[in-house]
């Protein structure tokens, strides 16, 4: 099992940056992807970015170009480098990790607010 904690998020305004972060805890040898999720009340969970244990990354075309998902492996953490904020990426960030044999683990979030 892995654990995972995020940090990070809070209230910033329009254009603003924020740093995300997650620790994972636990059986992290085993995790070979890490990405960030997001969602809005009343709809559906998001993907915004991912990254490999060999640091290939992937991001939703939504977030492209502003944000940067990285890792610290020494320290289990994955950071989201969240610029250029917009009202519309308000929203609850989730950390996940997906283990060698396909199992996913979730943070419990957290809040991102950005204001206009």
């Known amino acids: 099992q892995v654990q995972l904690v995020e940090s990070g998020g809070g209230l910033v305004q329009t254009g603003g940056s924020l740093r995300l972060s997650c620790t994972a805890s636990?059986?992290?040898?085993?995790?070979?992807?890490l990405a960030w999720y997001r969602q809005v009340p009343d709809k559906q969970r998001e993907k915004i970015a991912g990254?490999?244990?060999?640091?290939?990354?992937d991001y939703a075309d939504s977030v492209e170009g502003r944000f940067t998902i990285s890792t610290d492996t020494a320290k289990h953490t994955v950071y989201l480098q969240m610029n250029s904020l917009k009202p519309e990426d308000t929203a609850v960030y989730y950390c996940?990790?997906?283990?060698?044999?396909?199992?996913?683990?979730w943070g419990p979030g957290t809040q991102v607010t950005v204001s206009s």
């Open positions: 990254i490999t244990h060999s640091d290939r990354t």
């Open positions: 996940v990790a997906v283990l060698m044999k396909g199992s996913e683990y």
């Open positions: 636990g059986n992290t040898w085993s995790i070979v992807y």
